[in-house]
């Protein structure tokens, strides 16, 4: 938990710049509570049945009954796979709506954002994964997570607009991106090439919250190494060299081999850390 309340002590600087901007009540993290529980409530409804089953198992023979048989198992699997990643989405979404709405109140009380433990997952410890098996519609899958429709798609072209030069449309699309596929196991690289966008547009300060955002995602991803170390060099870009510093420090120590550890001790060198 060292770098967490280190990386929580760097992004208050980060929204010290805009204070102005992000003032945030108690009233205000009380109404996103309120939404947070409707949406529980929500998750909740669709577990309550909404009439009598009617399967279609009709058939002149014992194969077509037996092929009706297997359709219909086939169609429910599918919505339990659908609703099942559903839930984990709102769970994993939500989680991390309640971590940052602990950080905010700490933050308003004036408390220490260092103790702060790792956010109890919603709804409790997720349960154990029962395999399913796989059906030739379902839906499409990276890497053996499964993504929703378009999902991929849309990643591909907001990634396409940054490739491009294009960073306010790159931006764009992958703010839309998160906002539309909440908790998405692609929501790491999303939020990490967002903050490079946002880099090429000049907005820095918003492209810190975004690689703060994909390092807290998944701080022990492929991707954490690079999220960590745009998060400090963005900070150095700012002006809050300490905080620069102790940022790019902890991607030498926590990802040593990694190349992005290489790029973080020259921009030490560069910002002057000790």
Known sequence: MRIAGLVLAAVLTVAGVAQAQDQQTLADIRQELTVLHVEIQRLKREFSTTGSPAPNLSGSSVLERVDA?????QRLTRQTEQLNQRVQNIVTDGTNRIGD??????????????TLGETTTLGGEAPTAVAVAPSPTQPVATDQVELAVGEQADFDLAAQALADGDFQTAANLFSQFDQSYPGSPLAPR??????????????????????????TGDSEGPLAPEALFELGAALGRLGQTDQACITLGEVGVRFPT?????????????LGCS
């Open 69 to 73: 048989i297997e359709a219909e198992l």
């Open 101 to 114: 709405l602990e950080f905010r109140l700490v933050e308003l009380e004036g408390g220490d954002l260092s």
């Open 190 to 215: 999303a939020n990490l090439r967002r903050g490079q966008a946002l880099e090429g547009i000049g907005d820095t300060r918003e492209a810190a919250r975004a690689f703060l955002a994909s390092f």
């Open 258 to 270: 990694s190349a992005p550890a290489g790029s973080a001790a020259q921009e030490m060198a560069t």
